[in-house]
Every structure is written in structure tokens, then in C-alpha cells.
């Protein structure tokens, strides 16, 4: 109980922190929205084509989108020290990165939530019956992405020029799950439920969350302290 008390009051503090000031969700839904705009006026929204990819698309937003919220994460404990005092406080390395992955997911899913609708209404995509599944692939995405993001996050932040670092660390490890999620996310908007086939892509998108998760808890303590 002692260590889900701490995940959350690290979590809540940076939600907090980050509903103060709205920096990185307000940079991260503006940039999301601005591209899926105008990939709407470079494909054309009824082409047989754009529907085929979509999912890619959507993704690729989300993904982009999504870097500017974890970059956020452990850069704004810089100022004053205060990342030191967090790694020095009587908390576990884990505690404290499963805290910061849940602020960032619940921000990372927030901005996708938002672009959802938005994304419905420029490419003429009815979500209807599929929405379920699809809010299901949009959390297991978003949670691979967080897990990922927040770990390189750590590990880059006292580097220069971490905000290039952290997408070109991130993006070729999280190639597996981003592929999985867009496959499935292109059935669901083209009107296809899960079935048998592309059952497999959720089994692997599940799969990596997973392993993501399991990895960065146990080389949590390594990057954190070095």
C-alpha cells in the first residue's frame, strides 16, 4: 500500500504541475490538430487510399504529439534541483517512474481523446460499433508510448539537446507496438472489427506494453542514479 501511495503522489504532482502551466498539452494538442488538419488537404479525405491509411497516419500524429509531453516529464524537475531531491527522497526508483508514466499517460491519452473526434470529422470516419475497440488499441498504444517516452525522458534529460534525443531513442524501440496499434487502428476506422488475424496485432501490442513496462521497472534505478 505504502509504494501505491507513493506512485500516486508522484503522479498527482505532476499532473498538477502540468495543469498549472498547460505548457506541454497545450503544445501537444495544438501540434496534433494543426497535422491532422493538414493531412486532411494533402489526402484527399474520400480516397479509398487514405482510408487504407489512416491508421498510419493517426499514429504518426499521436506519436509526434505525444514526445512533446513526455519530454516535459522529468525536464521540469531541473529547475532548483529537484530532480536530485526526488531521486534522494525515501521513495523506490519504481515508485517514482510509475508515478511520472501515469501523469504522462493520463496527458499522452488526453490529447489522443481530443484528436479522436477531430480526426472523425476531417477524414469523414464513422466510428460507430468500432469505438470500443478502438479506445481499447488507442490505450494500449498510448501506454507503450508513455512507458518508453518516460523511461528515455530520465535518461536524456541532462543532455543538451534532449528534445531531438528523446524521439530518435524512442521511435526505433517503439516501431513494434506503434506497428501493431496502426494496423489495428486501420481495420477498426475501414469498419472491421478484431477478428482471428488481426487478433495477433492486439496479442503483440499487448505483449510489448508488457515487456516495455517490465524492462524500464527493472533498469529504472540504474538510469535514475547511473
Not at 497535422?35 to 504518426?60: K, M, N, Q, Y
Not at 532548483?80 to 510509475?98: E, K, R, V
Amino acid at each position: 500500500m505504502e509504494f501505491l501511495r507513493q506512485v500516486f503522489v508522484i503522479a498527482h504532482k505532476d499532473v498538477r504541475a502540468e495543469l498549472r502551466t498547460k505548457e506541454a498539452v497545450n503544445a501537444s494538442l495544438a501540434f496534433a490538430l494543426v497535422v491532422l488538419l493538414l493531412f486532411s488537404f494533402a489526402f484527399d479525405p474520400e480516397s479509398d487510399t487514405t482510408r487504407e491509411i489512416a491508421g498510419g497516419l493517426l499514429w504518426i500524429v499521436f506519436a509526434f504529439a505525444g514526445a512533446l509531453v513526455l519530454n516535459r516529464s522529468f525536464a521540469r524537475e531541473l529547475p532548483n534541483d529537484c530532480l536530485d531531491g526526488l531521486i534522494a527522497a525515501p521513495i523506490s526508483g519504481a515508485a517514482l517512474f510509475l508515478g511520472k508514466a501515469l501523469a504522462n499517460y493520463a496527458l499522452v491519452l488526453s490529447v489522443e481523446l481530443i484528436s479522436l473526434p477531430v480526426f472523425a470529422i476531417f477524414y469523414n470516419v464513422h466510428l460507430g460499433t468500432q469505438l470500443p475497440e478502438l479506445l481499447l488499441v488507442l490505450a494500449l498504444g498510448a501506454w507503450a508510448l508513455t512507458v518508453i517516452g518516460t523511461m528515455f525522458s530520465a535518461l536524456t534529460v541532462n543532455i543538451r539537446l534532449r528534445e531531438v534525443m528523446l524521439p530518435v531513442l524512442t521511435y526505433p524501440i517503439l516501431s513494434p507496438a506503434l506497428m501493431g496499434a496502426m494496423r489495428l487502428t486501420t481495420g477498426l476506422v475501414l469498419g472491421t472489427a478484431i477478428d482471428k488475424d488481426t487478433f495477433l496485432w492486439l496479442k503483440l501490442l499487448i505483449g510489448f506494453d508488457v515487456m516495455y513496462t517490465a524492462a524500464a521497472l527493472m533498469l529504472v534505478d540504474f538510469v535514475l542514479v547511473g
